[in-house]
């Protein structure tokens, strides 16, 4: 009695749906779970065949199944789980799976079969696809996006590396034509210049001032446009990457005694550059073409800016741990908005006016200390002066 009433408890209370049928097809039996999900009621089930479950389509098919068990022994659905749909009572469909099995009971065999919703499980797998065609269509919208974006860039890369060609042609011509024009300037401005100063010395037993003042504007114009020369055909040599470091000890002392007395012959009348050494070492390991070059540079900036009564401090340290140069002077200063710019070429500071020049001496510069490894680095205030210094590890 125990053991029937748990499993009447088991049957009554079981999730899926149980319904027995004899071997004619008819209900013999049908649990809660079964008439809820076709709707029926237990006794209006009952006694009837087990095709008022199903649609009129699956009707037939669904009926000779147990007949042709019988006959063959060939299990089509018995034992075997099959999806099928099911026809409530208001004729309403939903599918679910089938799972029959034979059970023999008091000298007779019946068919248990237990019935699956899988209403919830259809519709999640519809979710699904629709998800997964949307992930494919986005998947295919995107790779057409992508596909469109190379080509694109293919393009554009064509068309890039056709400009960089133009581009390396004209910088070559631009190269070609600066080294071509410096070397040939160079000699008639240095007739030029030599003439203007015989005439200047020939005129001086004239005393005429008119003679000495227009030698003089001659000799000015010549080494400015020299000058001009100059840092194009520098430019032009970093740029096609001739400039290479030569290394050497020298006197650093010496070398910028020298440049000193040089500077203090092409200052400005009044004008007074005070050279000062600190430590006891004097040999640097350093290019010193390039050392000098820079010095004159920053030499040739301070005097150009400077009013005619100034003083200009030109300072080099050897010490430990650096080689450090330094060039002070009392001139018209950098404005601070200007100070960012103040390295790229062709720049100059709004407050330069009419001195001449031409923004290539600073980016010269500041590239020739590079190639050595080493820094620039300045201070600067309006109407106060500049102070330059280059820093270099000592070797």
């Known amino acids: 009695m125990e053991n029937a009433a748990l499993l009447h408890a088991l049957v009554h209370n079981a999730i899926d749906g149980i319904i027995t049928i004899d071997d004619s097809g008819i209900v013999e039996s049908i649990n809660p779970m079964a008439c809820k999900l076709f709707a029926y009621s237990e006794q209006e089930v009952l006694g009837n065949n087990i095709s008022m479950l199903m649609p009129s389509s699956d009707t037939d098919s669904y009926n000779g199944y147990p007949e042709h068990y019988k006959i063959t022994k060939e299990v089509h659905c018995i034992g075997v789980g099959r999806e099928l749909t099911g026809r409530t009572k208001d004729g ?76 390396k042609v004209l910088s070559e011509l631009k190269n070609r034509f600066l080294s071509m024009a410096s070397h040939e300037f160079r000699t008639p401005l240095s ?125 080099t340290e050897i010490n430990d741990t650096h080689c450090i140069i330094s060039v002070k002077d009392e001139g018209i200063g950098i404005p601070k908005e200007d100070q960012q710019h103040l390295f790229e070429p062709f720049f100059r500071a709004h407050n330069t006016g009419n001195i001449p020049g031409t923004g290539l001496g600073l980016n010269i510069v500041a590239r020739y200390i590079a190639l050595m490894k080493g820094t620039i680095s300045y201070t600067s205030n309006l109407d106060e002066g500049s102070l330059f210094t280059l820093t270099f590890p000592a070797t």
């Open 92 to 167: 309403n469909h939903f599918p679910f799976r089938l799972g029959v099995s034979e059970v023999k009971y008091a000298g007779r065999k019946i068919y248990a079969g237990f019935v699956h919703d899988l209403t919830q499980q259809k519709i999640d797998e519809e979710r699904l696809k629709g998800y997964a065609s949307h992930l494919e269509e986005l998947v295919e919208k995107r790779t057409k996006i992508l596909n469109e974006t190379i080509k694109a860039l293919e393009k554009s890369k064509e068309k890039v590396s056709a400009s960089l060609e133009k581009e």
């Open 191 to 315: 007739s030029a210049h030599l003439s203007a100063s015989l005439i200047e010395k020939y005129a001086e037993p004239l005393e005429n001032t008119n003679i000495a003042k227009h030698a003089g504007k001659i000799i000015n114009a010549v080494t400015n446009l020299t000058t001009v020369l100059n840092d194009f055909l520098y430019i032009e040599q970093l740029e096609i990457g001739r400039v290479k470091v030569k290394l050497s000890c020298f006197d650093l002392k010496q070398l910028a005694q020298e440049i000193t007395e040089e500077m203090q012959l092409l200052s400005k009348a009044g004008q007074r550059i005070n050279f000062t050494h600190i430590g006891v070492q004097n040999l640097a390991t350093l290019d010193p073409n390039l050392i000098k070059n820079s010095i004159i540079n920053l030499m040739t900036n301070a005097i150009k800016y400077s009013a005619n009564t100034c003083y200009i401090e030109f300072t």
